[in-house]
Nanobody, 120 residues
Framework: VQLQAYGGGLVQAGGSLRLSCAAA?????MGWFRQVQGKEREFVAT????????SYADSVKGRFTISVENAKSTVHLQMNSLKPEDTAVYYC?????????????????WGQGTLVTVSS
């Protein structure tokens, strides 16, 4: 499984950005994590490819939406109402198991990161 994340950039606080992750191979779950330099990588959101099972970190609920585009084997993370504290490198990840996980160790495949910078 190969994952390629893209779509990061610079945006002002209150703005929106959409990240995408193209997957070659279909792990059961696809997730997004983020990492600030010097801190641990943290869970953001996850979805099954059917889109029926999703989960979000409390810090992004109501602002971020994860979705799948099956025809393109791509998972999107729509980020609205962005805050400076959302600034991080965002990573997409894949999980083989059919059991949902929000932990770092629960994911088997990782893409490269894409940087999101939210200016105040």
């Amino acid at each position: 499984v190969q994952l390629q994340a893209y779509g990061g950039g610079l945006v002002q606080a209150g703005g929106s950005l959409r990240l995408s992750c193209a997957a070659a191979g279909r792990p059961y779950f696809m997730g997004w994590f983020r990492q600030v330099q010097g801190k641990e990588r943290e869970f953001v959101a996850t979805t099954s490819w059917s889109g029926r099972t999703t989960s979000y970190a409390d810090s992004v609920k109501g602002r971020f939406t994860i979705s799948v585009e099956n025809a393109k084997s791509t998972v999107h993370l729509q980020m609205n109402s962005l805050k400076p504290e959302d600034t991080a490198v965002y990573y997409c990840a894949g999980r083989r198991s059919v059991v949902l996980s929000t932990t770092l160790g629960g994911y088997d495949y990782w893409g490269q990161g894409t940087l999101v910078t939210v200016s105040s």
